[in-house]
């Protein structure tokens, strides 16, 4: 029994099925909901991404399933084997792995860092005690912008990655 496999497997099974489940839940319900309701949807906003929640377990969850899935990918093709790289397992299992990585690179890059602003202007104005100033305002709406707009692209590429894991497996060509 290869408990590294396992080890391995499970790691990147359960860390990829957290990630991808939070990123649909987002993209498909939450931020339409936080952007329906206004000033009240941005407080829920600042809860649940401020620090310590939401970014750091997706990052962490994010982090786990690319070390996972780069050492899987390693040991399946056999390091690099061209043959397999070649093959329908191959070229399932690399494109998943592909979209998967830029579904983690837009949510380090583009995404918590909005998500991040958005919280930090969201205090400056509760520490202000009215509304936004214009600047504000404007801002805030670009990064809501922002958010929608990545987290909807964010969301493709991680249904890219999870099917092509999930039907590697069954290509055959």
């Not at 390091?79 to 070229?91: E, F, M, R, T, V």
């Not at 990655?161 to 290509?171: E, H, K, R």
């Amino acid at each position: 029994m290869d408990f590294y496999l396992i080890g391995l497997r499970w790691i990147h099974i359960f860390s990829g099925v957290f990630w991808a489940g939070s990123t649909f839940l987002v993209a498909g319900f939450l931020e339409p909901s936080i952007r329906a309701t206004g000033p009240e949807g941005g407080k829920v906003m600042r809860y649940f991404a401020g620090p310590g929640r939401y970014t750091l377990i997706m990052s962490i969850a994010g982090n786990l399933v690319w070390i996972s899935g780069g050492l899987l990918y390693w040991r399946v093709s056999s390091g690099l084997n061209p043959d397999w790289l070649s093959s329908g397992y191959g070229i399932g299992l690399t494109v998943g792995a592909i979209a998967g990585l830029v579904s983690a690179f837009i949510g380090m890059i583009v995404l918590s860092r909005s998500a991040r602003r958005m919280v930090a202007i969201g205090k400056e104005v509760e520490a202000q005690g009215g509304p936004p100033s214009p600047e504000q305002g404007t801002e805030i709406e670009q990064l809501q912008g922002n958010l929608r707009t990545f987290g909807q692209i964010n969301a493709v590429f991680m249904a890219i990655a999870v099917t092509g894991m999930a039907v590697a497996q069954y290509l055959w060509f």
